[in-house]
């Protein structure tokens, strides 16, 4: 059974910064991609970045590119580093894996993604 774990959601001002991190426990994909999507109460579920562990492709969504960061600790840990953060980025920030795909078209949507953390919840105030 393949478990996600997020953390490192906080309350922090307008332009500071965050770190998540990202945990796959029990994965058995030799070539899977982990996704961060966020959700605000009562808008979709969005995909905002995505690596693949298999050859480090990574895909921004253009509203946070420049911002955050995505990179991988080891095969089982990824970070989401976010700077000069803003009010729009308050969201549950999730975190997702599933076997990779060719291209990045797909890393956007959650259909492609088949395990799931709980969220943490990130509040960026003005």
């Known amino acids: 059974e393949v478990q996600v774990v997020e953390s490192g959601g906080d309350v922090v001002q307008a332009g500071g910064s965050l770190r998540l991190s990202c945990a796959v426990f029990?994965?058995?994909?030799?070539?899977?991609?982990i996704g961060w999507f966020r959700q605000v109460p009562g808008k979709e579920r969005e995909g905002i970045s995505c690596?693949?562990?298999?050859?480090?492709?990574i895909w921004y969504r253009d509203s946070v590119k420049g911002r955050f960061n995505t990179s991988s600790a080891n095969k089982n840990l990824v970070y989401l580093q976010m700077n000069n953060l803003k009010p729009e980025d308050t969201a549950d920030y999730y975190c997702?894996?599933?076997?990779?795909?060719?291209?990045?078209?797909?890393?956007?949507?959650?259909?492609?993604?088949?395990?799931w953390g709980k969220g943490t919840r990130v509040t960026v105030s003005s």
């Open positions: 029990g994965s058995s994909l030799d070539d899977y991609a």
């Open positions: 997702a894996a599933g076997p990779t795909r060719p291209g990045t078209s797909w890393m956007k949507s959650r259909l492609f993604f088949d395990y």
């Open positions: 690596i693949k562990r298999g050859n480090g492709v």
